[in-house]
């Protein structure tokens, strides 16, 4: 938690630093000042999302990056040539894959399994001693972000530009979707298969079940998620009001996403490129 508030107090510093010297320079070159000028913009692009395990627990590691659809609004308002001030509401989808021999959450067979355990000196299955199974896991993650950006720009008919800051995330929706057949095994090498007791009382080893599960599991994340954003761009000129840009950036997430830290801590992030048009109001 300290770490949590410690990132966060130091980007809103930040941002609020950068806004400070904004204004400060807007009002010192009086030779710079323009008109007040607002721009709103719509974009869309593609995004390479990730989730980064921040211990060394069996529920948050190995995830890959996944891709997805980004989209969202934009709102500058310029103060000189150079700064802007630029807020957005976006709609992302975050998350991570996961493929191979991994813990495996099926809580029905863990209860029948812990009903036969005991009688034969095997510890409970928890959520500390899970059961593993080879299968395929996904985190669907989706949210709306509210990025706050210092824009720095340079340039006329093609301008280039450079922002940071801080962004608040909210989340919508939380799903882990799982699929594939597979053993179950005691151990996260594989070695050990569950096995049940047969039709003449001798143990056999548990046969292949199915993974195929959509799970809500939007109550183990939180709901606020606080981030920092660093982006590059160039824009064309189409006329006196409106212009095309592109846009490239980089998330991650400060906080921790789970609520409760016996399934591990991971931070969300991702790269963003994307492709919009604004226009002055």
């Not at 395929?136 to 280039?160: H, I, M, N, T």
């Amino acid at each position: 938690m300290n770490f949590i508030k410690k990132h966060t107090i130091y980007i809103l510093l930040f941002g609020a630093s950068l806004s400070s010297f904004a204004q400060d320079l807007s009002e010192e070159t009086n030779s710079e000042l323009i008109e007040d000028e607002v721009k709103i913009g719509v974009k869309a692009g593609y995004s390479l999302g990730n989730l980064t395990a921040g211990t060394d627990n069996v529920y948050t590691e190995n995830y890959e990056s996944v891709s997805d659809v980004d989209f969202g609004l934009t709102f500058e308002f310029k103060l000189t040539e150079l700064i802007s001030m630029q807020t957005e509401i976006n709609y992302t989808r975050r998350g991570g894959k996961r493929s191979g021999l991994q813990p495996a959450n099926v809580s029905e067979l863990s209860d029948q399994l812990n009903m036969f355990f005991p009688f034969i000196g095997l510890p409970p299955i928890t959520n500390e001693n899970p059961l593993y199974a080879t299968f395929e896991s996904e985190s669907d993650l989706q949210y709306l972000e509210f990025p706050a950006l210092v824009k720095f720009g340079w340039g006329d008919d093609f301008r280039f530009s450079a922002a940071i800051g801080p962004y608040v995330g909210i989340l919508l929706k939380a799903n882990q979707l799982t699929s594939g057949n597979s053993q179950f095994y005691l151990d996260s090498e594989g070695t050990t298969p569950v096995f049940v007791p047969g039709p003449n009382g001798q143990p056999v080893t548990l046969p292949s079940q199915s993974l195929d599960a959509e799970t809500n599991i939007k109550d183990d994340i939180r709901v606020v998620n606080f981030g920092g954003i660093l982006a590059l761009g160039i824009s064309k000129k189409l006329n006196e009001s409106s212009n095309i840009f592109i846009d490239a950036r980089a998330s991650y997430g400060f906080n921790a996403i789970q609520i409760n830290d016996q399934y591990g801590e991971s931070n969300i992030g991702g790269v963003i490129f994307s492709l919009g048009y604004a226009c002055k109001i």
